[in-house]
């Protein structure tokens, strides 16, 4: 009789997209790619695809603090990642997560398509509350010079000196737009500041690769990588992603990331294009 190892889980704190690409949608099927058993607390519904955010509807702190007890009550949860929190109150909610747990925050404030996810509000509770208790955080430019009030000629690896003094490890994703190489600012636990490099990847089919990264992140940390390789590891996942939804046709808008394995198990339909 063949035995399975039982699997690591991971909890998402996030938002649904309903076009599948970002929020809990990214974070599920990433878990799964990586062999890991995904829960989630949803924080809000939003009615989206790939042009845009058309509607948001935002559960109360008390409807995402059920769904997280419901999960740690049952399940031996060993990593947890959030995405878009959406209210200060359900921010807080973060913040009493246990604290033995890798907590991978990815501070969801603007969609990709410029939409706002996040007041001021929130950037407060994440600047005075979760990034306390956030083991790494991982925000793309935009994201932390917002955090930290920083304007756009501050250089990267200061941005996140400025994110890293307020309490978390920093991945601070991207780069310089249209530029030939991604590099991603790590600053580790002590305040060691380096870079991870890898070619950009031209493509539109990008929309959720910060779910992506983050997710791939908590569950590295969750098996007890350190995390510059655990950075490293979620990168070249992201990365391998992205070259493979290079080539998808979807949406009108930004297309997904493809978060589905490279190989596929089953045939071609003809008619699929």
Known sequence: MTRTRTPLVALTVAGTD???AAGVAADLTTFAALGAHGTCAVTAVTAQ??????R???LSAEDVQAQVDAVLGDLPVAAVKTGMLGTAQVARVVTGLPAHLPLVVDPVLVATSGAELGDEAVVAA?????LARATVVTPNDDEARRLVGAGPDEAREDVALALHALGPA??????DPGAA??????VDERGHVRVLEH???PTTGDHGTGCTFSAALAVHLGRGRPLVDAAAAAQSFVAAALRRSAGWHLGRGHGPVAHTCPRDPYPRNPQES
């Not at 695809?49 to 058309?54: A, S, Y």
């Not at 920093?170 to 780069?175: A, D, F, K």
């Not at 190489?181 to 790590?186: K, L």
């Open 126 to 130: 994440y600047r005075d509350h979760v």
């Open 181 to 186: 190489t991604c590099r991603d600012v790590v």
């Open 49 to 54: 695809d790939t042009t845009g955010v058309h």
């Open 18 to 20: 309903s076009g599948g």
């Open 199 to 201: 070619p950009t990847v």
């Open 170 to 175: 920093v991945v601070l994703t991207g780069g």
């Open 56 to 58: 948001v509807v935002q």
